[in-house]
């Protein structure tokens, strides 16, 4: 990520970059539904998992003078399981599984054109 982010500001030394986070893909309580090999605790702890990375990802983009974006806040109630996801369950194919739906695709672009 820090080479990544460096050859960025190094070829675009005064772009305004938009990193953004990942929001939690799953309720807090870890209600499953549908298909789903995973459990309750699993899905709670790649929640966690989540947090940690956005804390990464955050550190590393403010230390290059990037705009973090957390999407968090926004895509609660959101979650798979939720009773307007914006994100993809486990779907076939299985690529599309645990990606924005078109809902959550609408708000990364609300996100980001707030953050410019």
């Known amino acids: 990520m820090e080479t990544t982010y460096k050859d960025i ?3 675009a030394t005064t772009a305004q970059v938009i990193v953004l986070g ?3 893909l799953f ?3 870890g209600t499953t539904c549908n298909v789903n090999f995973l459990t309750s605790g699993n899905e709670k702890k790649i929640n966690e998992s989540a947090e940690k990375l956005d804390a990464v990802i955050k550190a590393r983009a403010e230390a290059m003078k990037f705009t ?3 999407p968090t806040s926004a895509f ?3 979650e798979v399981c ?3 996801e914006w994100l993809n369950g486990q779907s076939l194919p299985l690529s599309e599984s ?3 739906n078109g809902s959550g695709q609408a708000e990364f ?3 980001v054109e707030a953050a410019l």
């Open 68 to 70: 973090f974006v957390n």
């Open 98 to 100: 645990y990606h924005p």
């Open 76 to 78: 609660e109630s959101h």
């Open 22 to 24: 990942y929001p939690k």
């Open 27 to 29: 309720t807090k309580e």
């Open 9 to 11: 500001r190094g070829k």
């Open 82 to 84: 939720s009773s307007s």
């Open 109 to 111: 672009t609300s996100l």
